[in-house]
Nanobody, 119 residues
């Protein structure tokens, strides 16, 4: 399994932006998804990016506000979050996926990074 490390979380005001990063040796060979989960709530899939860079949207709630990208030379995937809302407050996790984004078969999870959006 990969050792995924997320970074870039923090506290931001509503309407602001953050960019999360997910890095791991060998990540270029995997599709990668971003998910979020607050304590006591179900995990929500957000976006996924294939090895070649094609993105898949899992959630209507972030459409038009969040984008996913990757730099395979750096083995890093990014989640750009714009127009943040208080309801985006959550722990964000990246995951290396087996196969295609549509399969959602997780091989490895990152430890998560907290995003807090103040109103």
């Amino acid at each position: 399994q990969l050792q995924l490390v997320e970074s870039g979380g923090g506290l931001v005001q509503a309407g602001g932006s953050l960019r999360l990063s997910c890095a791991a040796s060998g990540l270029a060979y995997y599709a990668v998804g971003w998910f979020r989960q607050a304590p006591g709530k179900e995990r929500e899939g957000l976006l996924c990016i294939s090895r070649s860079g094609s993105s898949t949207n899992y959630a209507d709630s972030v459409k038009g506000r969040f984008t996913i990208s990757r730099d395979n030379a750096k083995n890093t995937v990014y989640l750009q979050m714009n127009s943040l809302k208080p309801e985006d407050t959550d722990v964000y996790h990246c995951a290396a996926l087996l196969g295609r984004c549509s399969d959602r078969r997780v091989d490895s999870w990152g430890q998560g990074t907290q995003v807090t959006v103040s109103s």
